[in-house]
C-alpha cells in the first residue's frame, strides 16, 4: 500500500490475485502461456515470446479477453497492463464491481511502446462503487504473431472519493490562510480609521 492519499483513504496498487476467465490460452505445455501467468507481480522482464506471459490460442484473428480478481476492493481510479510482446493490443478495459456486474472504464488506443515490456497505464475518474476485479479485451489482429500480457495491477482507494476528507496538515494551512486575511482586513480597516 502506497501512503495515505487524504485522511482515512489509502492508495493501493495490486496485482491481480485470482483467474476469473478468459477467452482462451495457448498452451502447448501445462506452465507455459496459460492465463495464470498474468496474476502477481511482473516475472518476464524481457520482451519477447515467453511462457512467462499469457497468450491467447489464436494469432490474427480474433478478439479476445481476459479477467482477473483482486484481495482488495478499492474505488477503482486505474490500471496497468504490462505487455511482453507485440505491444498495442488492448483496447477495452471493464472493472468488475462486487456484485459481479462490468462497467466500461476505459475504451481507446493502446499506445504502448514497441520492442520492449511496457506497463501500459490507463486512468479514469474514481468509481463510485468497490472494485475487486478487471476484465481486458485485446484484439490479436493487431500484428502477425502472439500478443502477450504478464501482468495486471488495479490502482483505487479504500474511501470513495466523495467520502474522502482533507488532510489535518491540510486543514491547518487553510486555516493559517484565512486567518491572515482576517488580520489584513483588520489591519485596512484601522488605516481607514
Not at 520492442?115 to 502477425?144: M, Q
Request: cysteine-free.
Amino acid at each position: 500500500p502506497a501512503a495515505a492519499a487524504s485522511a482515512g483513504a489509502v492508495r493501493l496498487h495490486q496485482y491481480a490475485s485470482t483467474l476469473n476467465g478468459f477467452s482462451s490460452e495457448y498452451v502447448p505445455s501445462a506452465a507455459t502461456w496459460n492465463a495464470v501467468q498474468v496474476l502477481g507481480a511482473p516475472n518476464t522482464f524481457i520482451y519477447g515470446d515467453y511462457g512467462t506471459a499469457w497468450a491467447p490460442a489464436n494469432q490474427n484473428n480474433s478478439f479476445e479477453w481476459i479477467s482477473v480478481g483482486f484481495d482488495t476492493a478499492v474505488y477503482a481510479s486505474g490500471a496497468t497492463i504490462r505487455e511482453t510482446y507485440n505491444n498495442g493490443f488492448v483496447y477495452q478495459v471493464d472493472a468488475i464491481d462486487t456484485l459481479g456486474n462490468l462497467h466500461t472504464v476505459w475504451r481507446g488506443t493502446d499506445t504502448s511502446a514497441a520492442n520492449v515490456p511496457f506497463d501500459f497505464t490507463v486512468s479514469w475518474a474514481g468509481t463510485s462503487y468497490l472494485v475487486n476485479g478487471l476484465k481486458v479485451y485485446i484484439d490479436t489482429r493487431h500484428s502477425t504473431s502472439w500478443e502477450e500480457i504478464d501482468a495486471i495491477r488495479l490502482l483505487g482507494d479504500t474511501v470513495a472519493p466523495s467520502a474522502q476528507v482533507a488532510e489535518p496538515a491540510s486543514l491547518g494551512l487553510l486555516g493559517a490562510g484565512f486567518a491572515l486575511i482576517g488580520w489584513t482586513r483588520s489591519r485596512r480597516a484601522r488605516r481607514a480609521a
